[in-house]
């Protein structure tokens, strides 16, 4: 008799889309819950690491994300005035996609009949011995406020904008990630494929207010960034739909406690969401959802308890390792002193590339379960 006969999946983002693939793959069966009528995506990009690319392989997805976007080879920080800080080139290239046409590929994949949209999973939901929940509802997860109720969500103060803008750029953008800084402020522009950049900016500002339409931000943006150099005003000017976000994460230390309880068990950003810094947060739940479904299909005896325990003791250091480097250099690249940002300018500029790397190192950590001697 099998650990488990079904599984219960809440949230179709990308970490519940991927667990079910990774389901349907090993021919597990299992529901997937989504609480809107209808599915619908950012238009903004992503990055994906190359420590993934043998999960995409293994999902047979690698091909077509390969086909999507593009690789980036380069890294290079920038002042506002876009003089380059430091540069170096990544000895394993990563790939930069649009999310919304990725999420259109997971979608495609699975099968629309253990689909159930409109449906609210609620954390109390009756579930049979040899079944699981799988929480995936992302950072405000109501599963995970009903399981713990007091983990608290921490608030860096800053606001992230994104999009994705049409327009031909000079060739040294070609598979290049330029991180632009200074000014208490932060441009990302990183190309997607072709003539397409997708584009994030980082600003001041308390979580909870009015998050503004694409027409205002447009216009509040170009003038945060009119010091900046005149490519980052035409990449927002370009840009038709402009998504905004809070940067909030879960601080480590608040959350020392099980990522399951009984039946149910946490993924991706339901329970270790994480600032942008290291373009890592879509990673680290393509990781949890393929070490979580691994487990789940390799054990065949003893307990869901067990299968959890190990998910969790196979992921959480890296994650918070992860989760605490992105908000210490979120919080390095914004200065609101001018003594400070220009303190802040110079030692990108004097510090070693090596040291650079070091920091996006546990980002490139091979993923436990693609080595063949953990069970």
Not at 251 to 269: E, H, M, Q, S, Y
Request: overall charge positive; charged content about 20%.
């Amino acid at each position: 008799m099998p650990l488990i006969h079904h599984v219960h999946i809440a949230g179709a983002g990308i970490a519940g889309l991927t667990m079910a693939l990774c389901l349907q793959q090993q021919g597990i069966p299992y529901t997937l819950h989504e609480q809107d009528a209808k599915i619908s995506y950012n238009d903004v990009g992503i990055g994906l690491s190359n420590n993934i690319f043998p999960i995409l392989e293994k999902l047979e997805l690698l091909p077509a994300i390969r086909l999507m976007g593009c690789e980036i080879a380069q890294f290079r920080f920038a002042d506002k005035k876009l003089e380059t800080l430091k540069e170096f080139q990544l000895a394993k290239p990563a790939l930069s996609v649009n999310r919304k046409q990725l999420h259109e590929l997971l979608f495609s994949r699975i099968d629309k009949n253990r689909l159930q949209l409109s449906s609210r999973f609620p954390a109390a939901y009756a579930v049979e011995e040899r079944e699981v929940v799988v929480a995936a509802d992302g950072i405000h997860s109501a599963i995970r406020g009903a399981l713990f109720h007091d983990i608290p969500i921490r608030n860096s103060g800053q606001v992230l904008w994104r999009g994705i803008a049409c327009m031909p750029l000079p060739e040294d953008f070609k598979n290049t990630y330029h991180d632009i800084i200074g000014s208490n402020l932060r441009f990302a522009i990183i190309h997607n494929r072709g003539n397409y950049y997708s584009w994030y900016a980082i600003t001041q500002g308390d979580a909870g207010k009015v998050i503004i339409p694409s027409a205002a931000a447009r216009q509040m943006l170009m003038k945060q960034f009119a010091a900046y150099h005149p490519v980052v005003n035409m990449i927002i000017h370009a840009t038709d739909n402009i998504y905004c976000n809070y940067l909030q994460d879960i601080k480590p230390a608040d959350r020392r406690i099980p990522w399951f309880k009984n039946n149910t068990v946490l993924v991706g950003d339901a329970i270790h969401p994480t600032t942008p810094n290291l373009a890592n947060g879509a990673c680290l739940a393509i990781e949890d959802v393929y070490v979580l479904s691994s487990l789940l299909g390799r054990h065949q005896h003893g307990s869901i308890d067990e299968v959890f325990r190990q998910y969790q003791r196979l992921r959480e250091a890296k994650v918070n390792k992860i989760v605490q480097q992105s908000w210490r250099l979120g919080k390095l690249m914004h200065q609101p002193n001018k003594v400070l940002d220009k303190a802040m300018l110079l030692g990108a500029r004097i510090t070693p590339a090596f040291v650079f790397k070091r920091v996006y190192n546990p980002v490139l950590e091979k993923v436990p379960m693609l080595a063949e001697n953990v069970g």
